[in-house]
């Protein structure tokens, strides 16, 4: 069974960090570009970053430019979302999501498998 899982969520201080991690199983991540979206309360999902399937091209939302970094090890079937610099307006659901192929867009609606989420809170 295909199944993505998102972990390394909490609480921390505005200014602090905190990386994500999405690990797949029932799968190989190689050929598929992965991205990372997020949620508020009473607002639509947005796109937050994304690497392709052979990690050569990034996209960022320019909300987390400068503040996180994606990255990904295949050989571990996992993608990392490093978020420094945290804001409150950071505060959200962090959902990791697959596509096959290399576009690296930030629309959701083109990712097929979705993992169940993590929540981050960045608040004093």
């Known amino acids: 069974q295909l199944q993505l899982v998102e972990s390394g969520g909490g609480l921390v201080q505005p200014g602090g960090s905190l990386r994500l991690s999405c690990a797949a199983s029932?799968?190989?991540?190689?050929?598929?570009?992965i991205g990372w979206f997020r949620q508020a309360p009473g607002k639509e999902r947005e796109g937050v970053s994304c690497i392709s399937s052979s990690a050569g091209r990034t996209n960022y939302a320019e909300s987390v430019k400068g503040r996180f970094t994606i990255s990904r090890d295949n050989a571990k079937n996992t993608v990392y979302l490093q978020m420094n610099s945290l804001k409150p307006e950071d505060t959200a659901i962090y959902y990791c999501?697959?596509?096959?192929?290399?576009?690296?867009?930030?629309?959701?609606?083109?990712?097929?498998?979705w993992g169940q989420g993590t929540q981050v809170t960045a608040s004093s």
């Open positions: 029932g799968f190989t991540l190689d050929y598929y570009t």
């Open positions: 999501a697959a596509r096959a192929g290399g576009i690296t867009s930030l629309w959701p609606g083109l990712y097929d498998y």
